[in-house]
């Protein structure tokens, strides 16, 4: 059964420090997504991707952030300059059609030390 | 506003029972909504969807139950299992024009089952 892979499941990095983390979607899929989950909280949006370009993102998702289809398999997600409050497990989404079901990945946990 | 909220934060269970997990949407525009399970450490796993269109649908051992009226979300599992020991989160979408499938989620609820 395909699906949704993430590397590495886990990073520590200093603060100011830039991150990237890589998932591979499920390979027929258009719809990219990334979502992160602070320790004890809920889910919530990132950024949605489609046709190489963002379609949306939430207020989460500052200048610090961008992602990038580098090739026709991976989708990543970089932080430019680590804060504190980037630690957290960030987990990449995709789907096959806009507003269908949405697989997960099993996430990076990214601590900022 | 933009919430999905859960009514009860953990669930006990015994071995065998049937489980029922709830959650409240705020925005009546929602017409898809997902139940997601998330084991310790592991991404958000599919379980089940519903469409707005609809107010029951069943897959194996789960039913998801919609009422609209009261934008009231339910899961019910029979014969709940250990493996079914996890936090359970709702989900929904709706279509904002170029919004392409933002889905908001629930708090969650830490179902566990004891033997």
């Known amino acids: 059964e395909p699906e949704v892979t993430q590397t590495p499941s886990h990073q520590v990095t200093q603060m100011g420090q830039e991150v990237i983390l890589r998932c591979v979607p499920i390979?027929?899929?258009?719809?990219f997504y990334w979502y992160r989950q602070i320790l004890g909280q809920k889910v919530e949006f990132l950024v949605s991707f489609y046709n190489n370009e963002i379609s949306e993102k939430s207020e989460i998702f500052d200048d610090q952030f961008s992602v990038e289809r580098p090739d026709g398999s991976n989708f990543t997600l970089k932080i430019r300059s680590t804060k504190l409050e980037d630690s957290a497990m960030y987990f990449c989404?995709?789907?096959?059609?806009?507003?269908?079901?949405?697989?997960f990945g099993p996430g990076t946990r990214l601590l900022v030390l | 506003g933009e919430s999905v909220g859960l009514h009860l934060p953990t669930l006990s269970v015994q071995e065998g029972d049937n489980s029922i997990i709830n959650c409240a949407y705020s925005n009546s525009a929602s017409d898809y909504f997902i139940w997601y399970k998330q084991e310790s450490g592991k991404g958000p796993q599919f379980i089940i969807d519903?469409?707005?269109?609809?107010d029951k649908r069943q897959g194996q051992r789960v039913t998801v139950l919609l009422n609209k009226t009261v934008k009231h979300l339910s899961l019910q599992i029979a014969a709940t299992q250990p493996g079914d020991s996890a936090v359970y989160f709702c989900?929904?979408?709706?279509?904002?024009?170029?919004?392409?499938?933002?889905?908001?989620f629930g708090r969650g609820t830490q179902l566990t089952v004891w033997p």
């Open positions: 989900a929904e979408n709706y279509d904002r024009g170029s919004t392409l499938g933002r889905l908001y």
């Open positions: 390979s027929n899929h258009l719809y």
């Open positions: 519903i469409r707005s269109n609809m």
């Open positions: 989404a995709s789907s096959n059609l806009a507003g269908e079901t949405q697989y």
